[in-house]
């Protein structure tokens, strides 16, 4: 399968302070990435929709002047956590669709955690 | 009422037994059904991707969908330790691109 790659895997970082995790397909051009966050135990819930050249779609409940999105190229999209606070602290992952492939498949990165202390 | 509903778990089975996880869903406009795999701490691994109802096979891997129901099933024959993980059901409508996750169910194959 294709594969989707994630930077950071793991940022601890005080309340307060601005993180960025960046989502690259490294071996596909993904038009469209996904950004999801997981809570221990529980389903992706997805938070936007990263299209490339135009502005992200976010989920209804997901305020994005926190959650800024970035997709400026067919295999680097990027999502940065404004002003993070504990709550924030999560499991997040993003997922690139193949516009190449025959059903259009989705492909995840490894996830990043984060922990806002 | 959740649009995906999926049975948590945790499911325990012994080595070599046949593993049956399965997924409800009441969207009746989802067309594409996919089965993820997600090991602890790490995103998710596509497994098995199907297209409106039947059945596809790979290796020890069986997906059924029942569009009728609005059910599917993935089968894991000969299950092994290695197999010991989250799996996800997802599925999605032709027009809309983002998926829609189960909750997940916990597998566990005792050696």
């Known amino acids: 399968g294709a594969v989707v790659s994630q930077h950071p895997s793991r940022v601890i970082c005080k309340s307060g302070t601005s993180v960025k995790i960046e989502c690259r397909s490294l071996?596909?051009?993904?038009?469209?990435m996904f950004w999801y966050r997981q809570f221990p135990k529980q389903s992706l819930m997805l938070m936007a929709t990263s299209n490339e050249g135009s502005k992200a779609t976010y989920e209804q409940g997901v305020e994005k002047d926190k959650f800024l999105i970035n997709h400026a190229s067919l295999t680097l999209s990027t999502l940065t956590v404004t002003s993070a606070h504990p709550e924030d602290s999560s499991f997040y992952i993003c997922?690139?669709?193949?516009?190449?492939?025959?059903?259009?498949?989705?492909?995840f990165g490894p996830g990043t955690r984060l922990t806002v202390l | 009422q959740k649009e995906v509903e999926q049975d948590p778990g945790p499911l325990s089975v012994p080595e070599g037994a046949i593993v049956s996880l399965n997924c409800t869903y009441s969207n009746s406009a989802f067309q594409y059904f996919m089965w993820y795999r997600q090991y602890s701490r790490k995103g998710p691994e596509l497994l098995m991707y199907?297209?409106?109802?039947g059945n596809k096979e790979d290796g020890r891997f069986t997906a059924q969908v029942d569009k009728s129901s609005k059910y599917i099933s993935l089968f894991i024959r000969d299950s092994q330790p290695s197999d010991s993980a989250t799996y996800l059901c997802a599925m999605k409508g032709t027009g809309r691109r983002a998926l829609t996750f189960g909750s997940g169910t916990r597998l566990q194959v005792q050696p």
């Open positions: 199907t297209y409106s109802s």
């Open positions: 071996d596909f051009q993904a038009t469209t």
């Open positions: 997922s690139a669709r193949d516009s190449g492939g025959l059903f259009n498949e989705q492909f």
